[in-house]
């Protein structure tokens, strides 16, 4: 039985790949986050109303949490109608995770007007539909920690087996240079192949990374921050990169790398002051090449989407 009820939801933006961990790892944020409402409608269907200016697809089928929703009417014995408001604040091509966070957002929202039949397992599955649409390719490293929150490990999507990673506490400092990069595109850039030493190189970092989260030791983790792989590729579509890179590490961060397929820059600290120090050679960087950005400061978000009291 469908809810009467108006479901209020926070989706939280993620950063996808965690630096070495390309499409297996990622984690959700506290800030930005997307607000979104659903409630059921009597004829069958989706409806999707934007709340924001930023004038996506209103087509189901077009739009992300469209394609996510339609993926879970999928899977249901008899035919439902969903309204969905959506106010996004987490900007599309921004590289924090916009498309999961309204994919993923849409289906833990329409699960609870379904008294939650499906699983967490599931809603990654059809949220995944959105990332499809967005990017070209099925991948869960925002979706997987946008709905579990934390740190996530994506240990394979086909079947899905997903791992939540315990981590100490970090502060998350990024800078979102106001240009568009289509994940799409970022992911055309690269190379098919690698090379035998490079992959041992990446995986002992994805390796060091884990147990250095898991073990709480902030050295290796900053230590194991590095992307021999993808990152020398998609470096180049982000102005004034490396300079963000050093100067942050200068400042005390742990390291960090471009956020998911960026244009986004994400670094990590051991405490708030650091993380307030590298937002501010961000800053200068940026105003150096007179480009707008903005900044966040944040923390590592434990929950994944929220729900809100009406
Ligand atoms: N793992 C994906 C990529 C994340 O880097 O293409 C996209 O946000």
Redesign the pocket.
Known sequence: MASEKTIRIHSPATV??MVCG??ILGFAVNEPYDEMRIRCKDEPGIVIVNEDDYHLPTQPEKNVAGAALLALMDELESPVGFELFIRKQIKPGS?V?SSAASAAGAVVAANRLLQDRFSKEDLVRFAMNGEKLA?GVK?A??IAPCIYGGVTLIRSIFPLDIIGITAPPLYVTIVHPQIEVR?SD??GILKQQVLLKDAIRQWGNIAGLVAGLLQGDYQLIGRSLEDVL?EPVRSILIPGFDKVKKLSKEAGALGGGIS??GPSIFMLSENETTARAVEKQMKEVYESLSLAYHTYVTTINQSGVTFVEE
């Open positions: 996808a790949n390309f499409d590289g995770g990017s991948h490293d925002n994940t970022a992911r993808i998911g397929s």
